[in-house]
């Protein structure tokens, strides 16, 4: 089942062509990568999914609804049902981790006050956070555990779909490979289907199941990364020189 169909979008800023008639499917149940070499549109891709950003033609469905014809109260249902974690958190400095976690909930969801603190405590408990951690402000906690915050606020409305945009950028080997790990558990515990950029190879080689490698302003290759040495791309042939 596809969760996501992306067909011949096209992306420009003025006169700049960013992407050229892409084309890719996410599946259900899949932690899917967008890949490609800096400036090829990656996070400009994964916003366009989330409707922050337009783009000029073509089509994008998300959960059967194609995101540039939606009306105001199906664009809301949509993000109901997705969550996104921002590359660097994309926490709010002034309020607490639980009133960051509970604010999606204070926003779409008609819950009292005691059954929003239970769902906040949850979250927290899913993404590896202590409770005594709920009380602290951004400014208080590691990149790490800001990390963790903000997928715990992406969780909050149980989601469907998941997108990471660089989820373990800034953290140091162990925690990212910690974080890794976790989303790996989530996608399992949760049902999610997990869309996600990234340039860390060992987050590539441990997480994804299939791969969308934007080069050029196209998709040069879509599929596992089984058969990512036959791809005749020069990002692709010096990116996983390593692994090849």
Not at 112 to 128: N, Q, R
Not at 205 to 218: G, H, M, N, Q, S
Request: proline content about 3%; hydrophobic content about 45%; overall charge negative.
């Amino acid at each position: 089942m596809a969760m996501i169909k992306v067909r011949d979008v096209v992306t420009a800023f003025g006169n700049r062509i960013i992407h050229d008639k892409l084309n890719l499917t996410v599946k259900k149940g899949e932690i899917y990568g967008l890949l490609g070499p800096s400036g090829c549109g990656k996070t400009t891709l994964l916003r366009e999914m989330v409707m922050l950003q337009p783009f000029q033609s073509g089509s994008i469905e998300v959960l059967g609804k194609k995101v540039e014809s939606l009306r105001e109260r199906e664009a809301q249902w949509l993000r109901r049902h997705w969550g996104v974690l921002f590359q660097f958190g994309a926490l709010f400095s002034s309020l607490t981790i639980a009133e960051n976690i509970a604010l999606p909930l204070q926003e779409y969801a008609q819950l009292s006050p005691a059954m929003i603190e239970e769902i906040v405590a949850f979250k927290l408990s899913i993404v590896g956070l202590k409770q005594s951690d709920a009380s602290l402000y951004p400014s208080e906690i590691s990149g790490g555990m800001k990390k963790k915050a903000g997928l715990a606020r992406a969780l909050a409305m149980d989601p469907t779909l998941l997108f990471l945009d660089e989820p373990t950028s800034g953290l140091d080997p162990i925690s990212a490979r910690e974080f890794d790990a976790l989303i790996l558990k989530l996608r399992d515990m949760l049902g999610l289907t997990v869309v996600m950029v990234t340039h860390d190879l060992s987050s590539i080689y441990d997480t994804l199941d299939r791969v969308a490698i934007i080069d050029e302003k196209k998709i040069v290759y879509e599929g596992s990364l089984d058969d990512i040495a036959s791809v005749q791309s020069e990002f692709v042939q010096t990116f996983f020189k390593e692994r090849l």
